[in-house]
T-cell receptor
Framework: DTAVSQTPKYLVTQMGNDKSIKCEQN?????MYWYKQDSKKFLKIMFS???????INETVPNRFSPKSPDKAHLNLHINSLELGDSAVYFC??????????????FGEGSRLTVL | AQSVTQLGSHVSVSEGALVLLRCNYS??????LFWYVQYPNQGLQLLLK??????LVKGINGFEAEFKKSETSFHLTKPSAHMSDAAEYFC??????????FGKGTMLLVSP
């Protein structure tokens, strides 16, 4: 069983379209994240949810909207896609609590290409 | 605020040679430190981590790293490189309740 799974793995679309990426984790973790990895491999956090509540919202255009229907799922919806949105988007999860070390468990990524 | 600096965006070694990937961190509290590896077209996989205790940490695939508080470093080493080690390596720091902060990554290239 894949611990953190994302769909789709590849997404090619036109500018101006709206698209969603889904993420599910079966690790029983409380916190889930979206990271963006640009063409230079730099990883930047976008959002973090803890038990369905938004706890981190970095400087991200409001065209990006995360949704967490339950603590095992965190989806990312992107409106009016732009060329600069092309990147690999990673979902990750971690376990909060007194023993939290910050260790993240990553999905395999969703490569978004905007034409 | 925590931060990570990885020296060298690319490191090239010959197969069988020593691998050394450098990582320096900044943290206001005792840090938790991580190395992740990313193979082409894949997600990030944890190589090893330092939380508390022994400062020399062993990870998967023969890698190890040493936490040196006085030097604020957490360099990653492997005695003998293998072709399959070619990948992107990320150092990361956490202050426990904070989100991981990643370095910019180092691409390890291994030649025959």
């Amino acid at each position: 069983d894949t611990a953190v799974s994302q769909t789709p793995k590849y997404l090619v679309t036109q500018m101006g379209n709206d698209k969603s990426i889904k993420c599910e984790q079966n690790l029983g973790h409380d916190t889930m994240y979206w990271y963006k990895q640009d063409s230079k491999k730099f990883l930047k956090i976008m959002f973090s949810y803890n038990n369905k509540e938004l706890i981190i919202n970095e400087t991200v255009p409001n065209r990006f909207s995360p949704k967490s229907p339950d603590k095992a799922h965190l989806n990312l919806h992107i409106n009016s896609l732009e060329l600069g949105d092309s990147a690999v988007y990673f979902c990750a999860s971690s376990q909060e609590g007194r023993t939290n070390t910050g260790e993240l468990f990553f999905g395999e990524g969703s490569r978004l290409t905007v034409l | 605020a925590q931060s990570v600096t990885q020296l060298g965006s690319h490191v090239s070694v010959s197969e069988g040679a020593l691998v050394l990937l450098r990582c320096n961190y900044s943290s206001s509290v005792p840090p938790y430190l991580f190395w992740y590896v990313q193979y082409p077209n894949q997600g990030l996989q944890l190589l090893l981590k330092y939380t508390t205790g022994a400062t020399l940490v062993k990870g998967i695939n023969g890698f190890e790293a040493e936490f040196k508080k006085s030097e604020t470093s957490f360099h990653l080493t492997k005695p003998s490189a293998h072709m399959s080690d070619a990948a992107e390596y990320f150092c990361a720091v956490s202050e426990g309740y904070s989100t991981l902060t990643f370095g910019k990554g180092t691409m390890l290239l291994v030649s025959p």
